[in-house]
């Protein structure tokens, strides 16, 4: 499948991550923890995202944006499930464009060719999560067509509370 994208003036290429980009990813990753202010708590490196996103099982999928040969941003995904729609939807981990792209269409165009994807392999949902301080990102997703979902939040079991329940029963 060839999920390349070129803008009209061609210098935006969306591409599947390869290999050879999980440096450039990770950078991007250690950007995006810096914009949200949440540096310290990266712990992988570039060589774990490696592995989940080539090797098997792969966890993950990366799509690159390239501006002018240069890395700009990146989208990173899963599939997850609906068993109310007993579908496949896909997880938007991540979403991120370098300050110095922003306004120019790259986060749209990621989040449109995430969005394909999900229609191409019949997902029944695309969903993603959004800080809640991040106002300008809230409203870029609702004028994409994205309803936010206050009623719900977002449960998560880590390091060692994850290795104590595991170890219940």
Request: charged residues 20%.
């Amino acid at each position: 499948m060839d999920y390349g994208l070129m803008t009209s003036d061609s210098d935006l290429i969306l591409r599947f991550a390869e290999p050879a980009d999980c440096n450039v990813l990770f950078e991007l990753i250690q950007g995006l923890a810096e914009y949200e202010k949440l540096s310290h708590a990266v712990t992988g490196n570039a060589l774990i995202l490696k592995e989940h996103l080539f090797s098997t099982p792969k966890y993950v999928e990366a799509i690159l944006a390239e501006y002018a040969g240069q890395a700009a941003g990146f989208a990173l995904f899963f599939h997850n499930y609906s068993t109310f729609l007993t579908k496949p939807g896909i997880y938007l981990e991540d979403l991120f464009v370098l300050p110095e792209y922003r306004r120019q269409g790259i986060g749209k165009a990621l989040l449109i060719k995430v969005a394909q994807i999900a229609v191409e392999r019949d997902c029944g949902r695309l969903e993603w999560s959004v800080l809640d301080w991040n106002e300008s990102a809230q409203a870029f997703y609702r004028s994409m067509g994205a309803s936010i979902l206050d009623d719900w939040r977002i449960c998560r079991v880590t390091e060692q509370a994850l290795t104590e329940l595991a170890i219940k029963g």
